[in-house]
């Protein structure tokens, strides 16, 4: 099996900045795209930010020029480093990984179970 384990999700003031971290653990060949998706009450989850195995980066145009995702492949955990965070950035946020989890087996889509990032003053 596999598991993502976000952390770094808390309370900050709009401006401020927090950095989350995704670590993925469990049987893993290979790990491709690792991104972060957040939901909103209310709304449907949506796509913040993609990082290929290589490096190609991809991220939502409400969060462009603000937030920046990042990964250590060596230790399968990405990191999603958030500045000038606004109000409207409050949602639970997913890590997500494609992963093979052995060198014959399929790739399958992975989810953690969220952290909460609230921004209010």
């Known amino acids: 099996q596999v598991q993502l384990v976000e952390s770094g999700g808390e309370m900050v003031q709009p401006g401020g900045s927090l950095r989350l971290s995704c670590a993925a653990s469990?049987?893993?060949?290979?790990?491709?795209?690792m991104g972060w998706y957040r939901q909103a009450p209310g709304k449907e989850r949506q796509m913040v930010a993609t990082?290929?195995?290589?490096?190609?980066?991809d991220y939502a145009d409400s969060v462009k020029g603000r937030f920046t995702i990042s990964r250590d492949n060596a230790r399968n955990t990405a990191y999603l480093q958030m500045d000038y965070l606004k109000p409207e950035d409050t949602a639970v946020y997913y890590c997500?990984?494609?992963?093979?989890?052995?060198?014959?087996?399929?790739?399958?889509?992975?989810w953690g179970q969220g952290t909460q990032v609230t921004v209010s003053s």
């Open positions: 997500y990984a494609l992963v093979q989890r052995t060198s014959l087996s399929y790739t399958g889509a992975y």
């Open positions: 469990g049987t893993i060949f290979n790990i491709y795209t």
């Open positions: 990082i290929t195995r290589g490096g190609t980066t």
